[in-house]
């Protein structure tokens, strides 16, 4: 007799996917914690950080991998092959390790226009150089028309951990300044402006970019980093929500200092949408040591990609695991995780 | 930003909060008639600056969350048609049916599509001439214009495998249901600025007579919402019944004549049902003459789908009518949850359970 163990997450709930279960928000982190990390059950999972690490011979390695299914697979300031690159990248310097190392796996779906995989394959090789990588090893397979949507890009990488630098959850303590690198929302919502068709007078770009050399200026000007995090799918109310419930501690923001472009919050009125939960590309988050978060913006701020880096906030002892954010006209509410997939309002 | 930072300005605010508080030496409980000034009160965290004398009490305004659960089954079958595209504002497709939602539908293999405007429903429908195109069209005075000229560029241009599932209510039946309610506590209303844009306020002038009760047309920034208190609480404190306008930047008496003709051409005026309160006299649109055709409950044979409610603890029929909380729901944050509801408040953008879940969950622990 086959003894099949119950799917941890109630089918009653749930007895199939939902978009929403891929959003980065509550359902996501649901699909994580019931259903992956209790069956692949390992030390090395278990932190759920960006990418694993591992000791090898003395030396520290980071590894990770990440899908790629954007559509549309090319938009205004990047493509799918740049993101795949850079993406799987920017995971490896949150661990905070150099990377080195990627794999590059296609999914192709029959019919795709032979230039357009040759556009996304040479955009990966010019993302590779930029980022400092080299595609070690690789796979193709194509699969029927109806069957895929284009494209999609797996790509795992290797890094190797910065001497001597420690990032964690488990680091984050109160007082931590928290730096944020990049304004906020722009690879969303220039996904989000092609596919509603908006016509805006000047397309938003994405902010999608290798994000390494930040994190190696901040250590070589001896900042004490505890924890990065890039704030991709979920936004940095996701990302901040997680590390204050990893880390048990409380996390203050305020309102008046996250950088939202001007064009950015416009989409986000029209379309009803928070910038706090855009998808970014190309910023990180870094909790740096009580004291050291004006310097970190000051570093930051001499490369072009931090030119718009700022402390929005700090870790405190207050009400651990819950994130708080100080309103423009000095209120204060929750910033809570995304539910399902940000929609638009409909009035 | 120009048109936002002004209105969401820190200094100006307290002025403001100064200001209520210094006209404010009775409770006064008032109510804000729209979802998304309910929103904006706890996302800026207003509702807790303003003096304790002053009661919110939060209102029906949340389309999403007064459809009733018979039109969402409705909806519900229609997608699950192969021959159907159904068609819905996003806000629509997590709110529960009596089985399941729109969103389990389109995982199961229905075609369920997500819209900003019904003209984009009428350019599916152009795309997919084999296929029928339902939209699923709800809302008040704000979306009924824009899904009325959906029915009359149907009509012109023949578009005949395009329909529409409507579910349309209006705000002055609703706000009277609330005032002549026996067990009312409402004393002054905050006024939906954006249905007023189309309406204008002529019908609240008539309320305010009729209930003696102060109603004030509002914005949706936190600095309209703060005026328009103000100015409410003037009203109540001096004994004043009047209907002014705060939101005097977009909304004139008369409201938006082309809007208003093209609502009367396209839809009459039907009693209509409001899922947790009940049915509403006059409170409803639907398609009328030439338009009927488009009405997906004449094309479609729509069997009765909707099982009968079972024992829920929700309570969110009180919430809409603002006589209980959220947070005094027994199910509030562990058997209801943005991710399994039991209620449309905790899913919609624009539901009072929702907005508490979101910004202010803390204080319901305490």
Not at chain 1, 176 to 189: A, K, N, P
Not at chain 1, 323 to 339: A, N, Y
Not at chain 2, 46 to 53: A, F, V
Request: charge should be negative; proline fraction near 6%; charged fraction near 20%.
């Amino acid at each position: 007799m086959t003894f099949f163990p119950e799917c941890p997450l109630p089918l009653d709930e749930y007895p199939r996917v939902l978009l929403a279960h891929g959003g980065g928000g509550r359902l996501t982190q649901n699909l994580i914690e019931r259903v992956l990390l209790p069956s692949f059950d390992n030390p090395f999972l278990a932190p759920l950080h960006d990418g694993a690490l591992l000791d090898v011979d003395g030396g520290r390695l980071a590894f990770t991998t990440d899908s790629y299914v954007v559509q549309p697979p090319f938009f205004p300031g990047g493509d799918i092959g740049r993101l795949a690159v850079f993406g799987t990248a920017n995971d490896l310097a949150m661990c905070g390790a150099r990377p080195l190392y990627l794999s590059c796996s296609l999914i192709i779906e029959e019919g795709l226009p032979m230039e357009d995989l040759w556009r996304v394959i040479v955009s990966m090789k010019e993302a590779a150089v930029e980022a400092g990588v080299q595609v070690v090893t690789g796979d193709s397979k194509v699969v029927e028309r109806g069957k895929g949507d284009g494209v999609f890009i797996n790509t795992a990488g290797i890094g190797a951990v910065l001497s001597g630098l420690d990032v964690g959850s488990q680091r984050v303590q109160p007082g931590d300044e928290i730096v944020l690198s990049g304004s906020l929302g722009r690879h969303g919502i220039a996904i989000m402006a092609l596919r509603e068709g908006l016509s805006l007078d000047a397309a938003i770009e994405s902010d999608s970019a290798p994000v390494f050399p930040l994190v190696e200026a901040l250590v070589d000007e001896g900042i004490d980093i505890h924890m990065l995090r890039d704030p991709t799918r979920g936004g940095v109310s996701s990302s901040l929500n997680e590390i204050a419930g990893k880390s048990g501690a409380g996390i203050v923001i305020e309102e008046s200092r996250l950088p939202v472009g001007p064009e950015v919050q416009g989409v986000c009125e029209i379309l009803g949408l928070d910038p706090l939960y855009v998808a970014n590309e190309g910023n990180f988050l870094a909790f740096v040591g009580a004291g050291q978060g004006e310097r970190a913006v000051e570093v930051l701020r001499g490369y072009s990609l931090g030119r718009e880096a700022v402390v929005i906030g700090r870790a405190v002892e207050e009400h651990p695991g819950v994130v708080i954010m100080k309103t423009l006209i000095g209120g204060e509410r929750i910033v809570d995780v995304m539910s399902g997939e940000q929609l638009p309002r409909i009035c | 930003m120009r048109y936002l930072d002004e209105y969401r300005d820190g200094k100006a605010a307290r002025k403001l909060l100064d200001a209520i508080a210094d006209a404010t030496t009775r409770p006064w409980a008032i109510m804000e008639v729209c979802g998304s000034q309910t929103h904006c009160f706890l996302k800026y965290g207003i509702d807790r600056m303003l003096p304790e004398q002053v009661a919110l009490i939060h209102g029906p305004g949340c389309p999403v969350c007064v459809t009733p659960v018979e039109i969402i089954d409705q909806a519900i079958s229609l997608a699950s048609r192969p021959d159907v595209i159904l068609v819905s504002y996003g806000d629509m497709l997590r709110v529960p049916g009596s089985a399941k939602d729109l969103l389990s539908v389109k995982a199961e293999g229905g075609d369920v599509r997500m819209v900003y405007s019904p003209l984009d429903a009428l350019k599916l429908a152009r795309e997919h001439p084999d296929r029928k195109v339902v939209f699923f069209a709800i809302g008040f005075e704000t979306t009924a214009p824009a899904n009325a000229m959906a029915a009359v560029v149907a009509e012109r241009e023949g578009i005949d495998n395009f329909f529409m599932l409507t579910s349309h209510v209006l705000v002055p039946p609703a706000l009277e249901a609330i005032a002549s309610a026996p067990d009312n506590r409402v004393q002054g209303f905050l006024a939906p600025g954006h249905v007023c844009t189309v309406t204008g306020y002529v019908d609240y002038e008539r309320l305010a007579e009729r209930y003696r009760m102060p109603i004030v047309v509002s914005g949706f920034e936190p600095l309209d919402l703060l005026q328009a208190t103000y100015m409410l609480v003037q009203q109540l404190e001096a004994g004043r019944h009047e209907a002014e306008n705060q939101y005097s930047r977009s909304v004139k008496r008369e409201g938006n004549p082309q809007a208003l003709a093209i609502m009367d051409n396209v839809f009459e005026v039907v009693d209509h049902g409001w899922r947790g309160i009940g049915v509403i006299p006059k409170s409803g649109l639907r398609l009328k003459g030439a338009y009927a055709r488009f009405d997906a409950t004449r094309a479609f044979d729509l069997e009765a789908t909707t099982a009968p409610a079972t024992e829920s603890v929700c309570i969110a029929g009180l919430v809409l009518r603002g006589i209980r909380k959220p947070v005094d729901c027994p199910a509030f944050g562990s058997d209801c949850t943005p991710e399994h509801c039991l209620g449309a408040p905790m899913v919609s953008s624009e539901g009072a359970c929702a907005a508490y879940y979101h910004y202010a969950r803390q204080e319901a622990a305490r």
